[in-house]
């Protein structure tokens, strides 16, 4: 079942509703928007999540509102480059940055970059929920949670990890995973998912926390290694994959998530009805089945839930940096 019907639903329908029975206004408001090509900013490079997950929902955006939406990808530390070259952007509705929560993570605790998530974008919509999973090379001599922590623990220092990014929520969730299990590994950051997974499969990895989206491809082709999922419940996608707080850690919980936002100062108008096209994108089967056979849930939003989930996530690791002292450099 589509999450867009589980989470608050009776809010969210409600929203909806108030901003279709404003359509003419919005429409007046924000004049014949768009008469051109909208560009999707991508951080990463083709191949992973954040990638997918826009070429997906950008494909239905555009059959909604008749204009091509260009996927323009611009990998750097991160997203650090995407998110300034958002941040600059004329804030018309024609520049999108497709936001994660690896995003968010790394422009408050890594980078330390001029651009601020909460000042310097408007959000429009959630899009999507998935766990992060716990791959191997299938070379590796652990076949579940537990043994990897064994295998860990009897070579201190010497498997290698992978993460989209220093500071990204992949590095974060093995850090914390880390912690948790009280083992060793080496981290090595790439510049976005598919060159980190390819090092997995070639075995220069042993480890990698990699997003569904991506990863699931190549686990049912046999070239990696699934053990568990991060989140803190099985996601529904994958009922038959255990947790990694059900597997050996109790406690453990890391989810994934996509989001959209455009520069600040962007129209109401515009943002509301990017709103409601979006919430339509979301409701599509083709949408729904596509990211699903990714692992990853849709999950609609209004743009004040979007807001409220960038700051809850920026305090939340930010805490756990501080609590634990977890190492982030």
């Known amino acids: 079942m589509n999450t867009f019907f589980k989470i608050g639903i009776s809010g969210i329908a409600a929203y909806l509703a108030a901003l279709l029975a404003a359509g003419s206004a919005i429409a007046a408001q924000s004049g014949s928007y768009p008469t051109k090509p909208i560009r999707f900013l991508v951080g990463f490079n083709p191949g992973g999540g954040t990638d997918i997950t826009a070429r997906v929902v950008g494909d239905a955006l555009s059959k909604l509102v008749g204009q ?3 996927i323009d990808n611009r990998p750097a530390a991160g997203g650090v ?4 070259i958002a941040a600059d952007a004329n804030p018309d509705g024609y520049t999108l940055l497709m936001l994660s929560g690896s995003q968010v993570i790394g422009a ?3 980078h330390k970059e001029p651009v601020d998530m909460k000042k310097d974008f408007a959000a429009i919509s959630r899009l999507t929920s998935q766990p992060y999973l716990l791959t191997t090379h299938p070379s590796v001599p652990a076949k579940n949670v537990k043994e990897i922590i064994t295998l860990a623990r009897s070579q201190p220092g010497k498997l290698n990890y992978g993460s989209t990014g220093v500071g990204s929520m992949a590095h974060l969730a093995t850090e914390l995973f880390k912690e948790m299990a009280k083992i060793e590994m080496v981290h090595i950051p790439y510049k976005g998912a598919s060159p980190g997974l390819l090092d997995l499969m070639r075995g220069q990895l042993q480890f990698l926390f990699a997003s569904a989206t ?3 491809p190549h686990i049912k082709a046999g070239r ?3 053990l568990a999922s991060s989140s803190g419940e099985r996601s529904s996608q994958l009922p038959d994959v255990p947790t990694v707080a059900e597997s050996g850690l109790p406690g453990f919980d890391v989810t994934g998530w996509y989001g959209i936002v455009a520069p600040s100062r962007t129209p109401k108008a515009i943002v509301a009805k990017l709103n409601v096209e979006i919430g339509k994108a979301l409701q599509s089967r083709q949408v729904i089945d596509n990211l699903a056979a990714d692992g990853a849930d849709t ?5 004040e839930q979007l807001t409220q989930l960038v700051a809850a996530e920026e305090k939340k690791w930010n805490n756990l940096v501080k609590t634990t002292g977890m190492a982030i450099k």
């Open 214 to 216: 991506s990863s699931i």
């Open 81 to 84: 480059l995407a998110r300034r």
């Open 108 to 110: 408050s605790l890594v």
């Open 299 to 303: 999950r609609y939003s209004t743009p």
């Open 224 to 226: 990696v290694r699934l």
């Open 68 to 70: 091509t939406v260009i």
